[in-house]
């Protein structure tokens, strides 16, 4: 974990250079058409291709700072030469740089400038040269702009720089002094904690002051949210944390922790104007847009034409608010006309306290991440539900092609890029072939490596897409644009490819009508080297779930440092509270499914007459709870029943809910793994009873095996770590809806006569007594 020293930070602010000229260079449209380059490694490589090209004695990634009053400004140029005098800002882009927006230029060149100012300062230079270096990565030539300027001015400039941000430094410090302040005197907001709650915020506050990461067990109802929230918020001040990041993986669990908050600042928070803590919630660009017709650039959309000449009414205002939710950040962003989703990005960089969804953190690339990166903030990290990252951290590091959508593109696009797409597509094919010739008869197969031809067209393609787009002020289609950022993807994820955290498959697929094609996919198996760094880099992180045992499992997956602490916080459930009961004579394995129906509608309609109230059963999948829907009614016509239906929208979701009602009879069929199975609470005599009816296990398929070979290779337990702690992760949690207060009875039947064995029952919470 990040072990920067803390730093007072009540008299001296420090700012790095780049976002000290963001702050006072930037102006006009927000644009994102001239991109840099489009890949994160192709940017590196062009640097080091650039430097690589310079002589002897030439410094490469020089670290500079000065102070200019109480404000200290930092950063690294890219290259200097002491012989020429000459220091290099070296910027990599693709397409044709003339149609580079000057307030890009501009920026870059005030950049430059400060680290002129700061270079001359430490090293006692007159004059100096300034070389802005624009490197094509795809012709692999530089085009460098040169100015030589005098030390005295480069100082002015700076000195402007810095007097011009001082103002907001200033407000900045204070508004940490006062923050600080407030977090040291933060008491809990209740009369006392609940039970288990405090052996939580003990350990969240132990691992925050020694900067350790964290694993906690801790069961539903305990207040997690509060219990997690409450003390890392509390050691900000101690450890000097410049930021908290409450991730979570679902709407649901962002709210939660927008309540906390509320709770914690009290009925006598301050007025807008001087809040002790900045609260923020990120939201995603689908969910923000106010026009998702247009294109992000001025020409386009009126939210982004002059966003930074009215960017710094909007940020003040934003920075004088308690809460940006949802809704206050949408408000205050149209009464300044500026883009609600690009000014949520920006004041990212003010809050405190930044509450969003997983990606924002851990993805390719992250906001959060880049930002206390290039910002060198101490962060805290709470990861809510955490068994959800390592499936959500798959995702996020996985991609897929597919050839017969990419027909369907190809056959609209605009003449510029037939050549283009053309290419790909024979490369495509040529690389079927191969397949086909290497594995006939197989529509399934395994690749070694990302084929190199394939992905330098994938590279064309993109690059060509990109120019297509700086081209055209107009938005691209639909499908095109889809198809343009899943290619963008694929290609990041190729650039990540190794061959133990990763599979390369390809499926023959054949539609009912046209030609058959595949499906290329790039799947994360593990994704532990690419999430590590990130835990590495924060001050202390805390991952939280009622569901992650065994803690090997996730501490392996997710790629947690060897220190990693682990708690497991005892219910605060009684086991009278809860009757567990194994349903050893019936087999809900694939080929046992019909024989186990009748069993199945018997066992809940007995369940249900013994104690009549709202039960939910759960299903391996929609067709086995069809088919036990279907049974139950026949065996039971008079107990009212509803299921889960596919592709149920959020009002359907919240009927299927209203039913359990307090005091209400029947029985909700649900399938295991969806959305009624984990994160809803419904206490009391909502639900008093649950059947599962498989043990979760993923079906097993040529993919999962694959995933097995490669799990056991590297732990040991391909089995338990593909099929069994997955599975039996969804049936503890789907059960978990049963008890959720101290007063709430209840029954939970485990249907399948593998829930007796001694490895399986291992992985059940240690509080219920199974019958
Ligand atoms: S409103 Fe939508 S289109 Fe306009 S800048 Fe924002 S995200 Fe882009």
Not at 301 to 308: D, N, T, W
Request: aromatic fraction near 10%; proline fraction near 6%; hydrophobic fraction near 40%.
């Amino acid at each position: 974990m990040s072990e920067r020293p803390a730093e007072s930070h009540a008299q001296r602010y420090t700012v790095a250079v780049r976002a000290l000229c963001e702050f006072t260079a930037k102006a006009g449209d927000l644009d994102l058409r001239f991109t840099p380059s489009p890949t994160a490694q192709e940017g590196i490589a062009g640097h080091a291709t650039v430097t690589g090209r310079r002589g002897e004695g030439y410094q490469s990634e020089v670290s500079l700072r000065g102070d200019h009053r109480h404000l200290t400004v930092r950063g690294r140029a890219d290259g200097y030469d002491p012989a020429r005098r000459r220091l290099e800002e070296i910027k990599t882009f693709r397409g044709d740089l003339a149609r580079q927006p000057a307030n890009h230029r501009a920026l870059h060149w005030a950049q430059l400038k400060v680290y002129g100012a700061l270079l001359c300062r430490e090293k006692g230079i007159e004059e100096i040269e300034l070389a802005l270096v624009y490197f094509d990565v795809v012709k692999q030539k530089e085009t460098p702009l040169r100015e030589t300027h005098a030390a005295r001015d480069l100082e002015a400039f700076f000195q402007d720089q810095c007097e011009r941000f001082l103002l907001w430094a200033d407000r900045e410090l204070a508004h940490r002094r006062e923050r600080d302040a407030w977090l040291a005197t933060l008491s809990f907001p209740h009369a006392d904690f609940r039970p288990g709650q405090r052996v939580l915020a003990e350990s969240v506050y132990q691992t925050a002051c020694t900067g350790r990461a964290l694993l906690a067990q801790a069961p539903t109802g305990i207040g997690k949210t509060l219990g997690t929230l409450f003390p890392l918020l509390k050691a900000a001040p101690g450890r000097a944390l410049d930021k908290v990041f409450f991730l979570s993986a679902k709407t649901p669990g962002r709210r939660l922790a927008l309540d906390a908050v509320a709770t914690l600042s009290g009925p006598a928070s301050p007025a807008p104007g001087d809040p002790p803590l900045r609260t923020l919630e990120l939201i995603a660009r689908e969910k923000s847009c106010e026009h998702p017709d247009r294109a992000c650039h001025g020409e386009s959309c009126p939210l982004a034409a002059g966003f930074y000449d009215r960017l710094p009414a909007a940020r003040a205002a934003a920075a004088g608010e308690p809460m940006l939710d949802r809704a206050r950040l949408r408000e205050l962003a149209l009464d300044h006309q500026v883009c609600p989703y690009y000014l949520s990005q920006e004041m990212a960089r003010w809050s405190d306290l930044v509450v969003g969804d997983y990606n924002y953190f851990f993805d390719l690339s992250a906001l959060l991440h880049g930002l206390a990166t290039e910002n060198q903030w101490r962060v805290a990290v709470l990861a809510d539900e955490a068994h959800n990252l390592v499936d959500r951290a798959r995702g996020m590091y996985s991609a897929e092609l597919d050839q017969i959508a990419f027909r369907a593109v190809k056959k609209q696009v605009p003449k510029p890029l037939k050549g283009a797409f053309d290419r790909l597509h024979r490369q495509w094919n040529a690389l079927n072939k191969d397949q086909e010739a290497a594995q006939p008869d197989q529509d399934y197969r395994v690749h070694d490596d990302p084929p190199q031809a394939f992905l330098l067209a994938l590279q064309q393609l993109l690059a060509a897409v990109n120019d297509h787009m700086a081209e055209h002020p107009e938005p691209l289609d639909g499908d095109l644009t889809r198809f343009y950022f899943d290619a963008l993807h694929f290609y990041r994820i190729a650039e990540l490819f190794d061959d133990d955290a990763f599979l390369f498959d390809s499926e023959q697929r054949t539609p009912a009508r046209g030609r058959p094609g595949s499906r290329l996919c790039l799947r994360n198996v593990v994704p532990a080297a690419l999430l590590a760094p990130r835990f590495e880099s924060a001050a202390a992180a805390v991952l939280f779930s009622a569901t992650l045992s065994p803690a090997r499992y996730y501490a392996d997956l997710l790629g947690l440092p060897e220190s990693t602490a682990w708690v497991d916080v005892p219910s605060p459930f009684r086991a009278e509270q809860l009757q567990v009961r194994i349903a050893r004579r019936i087999s809900t394995r694939y080929r046992d499914r019909q024989a186990s129906l009748a069993p199945i509608a018997t066992l809940i309609g007995e369940q249900y007459r013994q104690r009549p109230g709202n039960y939910l059963a759960f299903f391996s999948s929609y067709d086995y709870l069809d088919r036990a829907l279907e049974a139950f009614r026949r065996q039971w016509p008079d107990i009212p029943v509803w299921a889960q239906e596919r592709r149920m929208d959020e009002t359907a979701r919240q009927a299927f809910l209203d039913r359990f009602r307090d005091g209400g009879e029947g029985v909700g069929f649900a399938v295991l793994g969806g959305a009624f199975s984990e994160g809803i609470d419904l206490p009391g005599r909502r639900l008093i009873g649950a059947f599962v009816a498989t043990l979760g296990l993923p079906q097993v398929n040529p993919v999962n095996e694959q995933f097995k070979e490669r799990l056991a290779a590297l732990f040991g337990d391909g089995y338990d770590y593909t099929y069994l702690y997955p599975g039996l992760r969804k049936v503890v949690q789907a059960a978990g809806r049963v008890i959720r207060t101290g007063d709430d009875q209840g029954v939970v039947h485990l249907i399948d006569d593998r829930f007796g064995r001694r490895q399986v029952r291992a992985l059940l919470p240690a509080w219920w007594r199974v019958d």
